[in-house]
């Protein structure tokens, strides 16, 4: 019960209701977010460093049937290539001296959703491991003769422009169109002015109840202004 209560508080917290904003751009994607959230379907998020990407990631995850199983953030940009392939799909005891059988992040997230943050930043051999396990959904931890199924929705974000990475030669093409089931663009600010007044009003009230202070409204007018 206390789970579920849990989890319950986490989906409010992560609701559409929260992404703020009224400009065409974000209920664009907020209709989306509330068309797909029930399918399985893989997600490409596309957008600048601090426009929310994980924030409709999450929102995705906690408004649909999967819940109350985990959300699983990997920072692809942070992972040395040494261990990319340990940390996402997992160890066997005994591959090297000392080393004990551990689940990778895909294990983790079986049943949930595994955000794969910064995508763009994978190397083109990790990328190929990626793409398998997409296709197979089923994967083996390094040093295993096992397929372990997987049953869990991929979410994948980067800043990048993939479609010119493509042509640099620093993605792969067959990667990119089986992360692009659903395709979310997330805009940057100076997009999207309108929503300027609203988000200073929600940070205004939010750090005003943290302070226990009386918040006073920003205006269109008065931010003009600033």
Known sequence: RQQSQDNNEIGS??????????????????????????????VLIQGESGTGKELVAKALHYNSPRARYPFVAVNCAAL???????????????????????????????????????????????????????????????GGRTAVPLDLRIIAATNKDLEREIKDGHFRVDLYYRLKVIHIETPALREVPEDIPLLANHFLEKYCKLLKTEPKQFSAAALDCL
């Open 13 to 42: 917290e992560f609701s559409t209701r929260n992404i703020i904003g009224m400009s065409h751009r974000i209920q664009s994607v907020v209709r989306l977010i509330d068309q797909i959230r029930d399918s399985s379907v893989d």
């Open 80 to 142: 040395p290539e040494s261990i990319v392939e340990a940390e996402l799909f997992g160890i066997e005891k005994g591959v090297a001296t000392g080393v004990d059988r551990r689940i990778g992040k895909f294990e983790e997230a079986q049943g949930g959703t595994l955000f794969l943050d910064e995508i763009g930043d994978l190397s083109l051999p990790s990328q190929a491991k990626i793409l398998r396990v997409l296709q197979e959904r089923s994967m083996t931890r390094v």
